[in-house]
């Protein structure tokens, strides 16, 4: 079974960098396509970015200048980095797996992890 | 890239049929055949319901169907049960490596 968990902190200030870990266990990270989607509270869902098996990445238009998805195979874990952060980054951010090739979905996600951006 | 619009709430008593809409454009639903359907009960992630906008995941009961016609997808719930209330949010591959997702539909039974 696929279990997915975002890790990092819960709060970060404006102007900083907001950094999230997602750790997979029950599949190997080498072989699928890896997500971050966002919701920020009381709102609808917002794709943010993805990376490939091989460290290919694409982002959403909105969000291009500010974020970076990365992998690390050896641990198993992706993360992701969105820099000079606002308050309107405040949200829910998850982690899933992206199913390609004929199909575009996301079949597995993680718990979710709240992020505040405060002074 | 705009997000997908989808009513903001719908309901129904148990038993009985509801549709959800979500329309998109020509660049989004309307070219591709790769719609999903997400159900999200209050403070739990979403739940994949069903991709390239007709099928379900093994575990998806039967009641739950999704179909497309021209830039609009639509998930249909028939014989609404009281676990079907939650939110329910419908994304679509829009080109080049990125989706849009709709803005969410609160379900009410009733």
């Known amino acids: 079974q696929v279990q997915l968990q975002e890790s990092g902190p819960g709060l970060v200030k404006p102007s900083e960098t907001l950094s999230l870990t997602c750790s997979v266990s029950?599949?190997?990270?080498?072989?699928?396509?890896w997500t971050w989607i966002r919701q920020p509270p009381g709102k609808g869902l917002e794709w943010v970015g993805y990376?490939?098996?091989?460290?290919?990445?694409s982002y959403n238009p909105s969000l291009l200048t500010r974020v970076a998805i990365s992998v690390d195979t050896s641990k198993n874990q992706f993360s992701m980095k969105l820099y000079s952060v606002t308050s309107a980054d405040t949200a829910i951010y998850y982690c899933a797996r992206l199913v390609r090739s004929n199909s575009q979905h996301f079949d597995q996600w993680g718990q979710g992890t709240l992020v505040t951006v405060s002074s | 890239q705009s997000a997908l619009t989808q009513p903001a709430s719908v309901s129904g008593s148990p038993g009985q049929s509801i549709t959800i809409s979500c329309t998109g454009t020509?660049?989004?639903?309307?070219?591709?055949?790769?719609v999903s359907w997400y159900q999200q009960h209050p403070g739990k992630a979403p739940k994949l319901m069903i991709y390239?906008?007709?099928k379900r995941p093994s575990g998806v009961p039967y009641r739950f169907s999704g179909s497309k016609s021209g830039n609009t997808a639509s998930l249909t719930i028939s014989g609404l049960q009281a676990e079907d209330e939650a939110d329910y949010s419908c994304c679509s591959y829009a080109g080049s490596g990125t989706w849009v997702f709709g803005g969410g539909t609160k379900v009410t039974v009733l």
């Open positions: 020509t660049s989004d639903i309307g070219s591709y055949n790769l």
């Open positions: 029950g599949a190997s990270i080498s072989s699928y396509y």
């Open positions: 990376i490939s098996f091989s460290g290919a990445t």
């Open positions: 390239e906008g007709s």
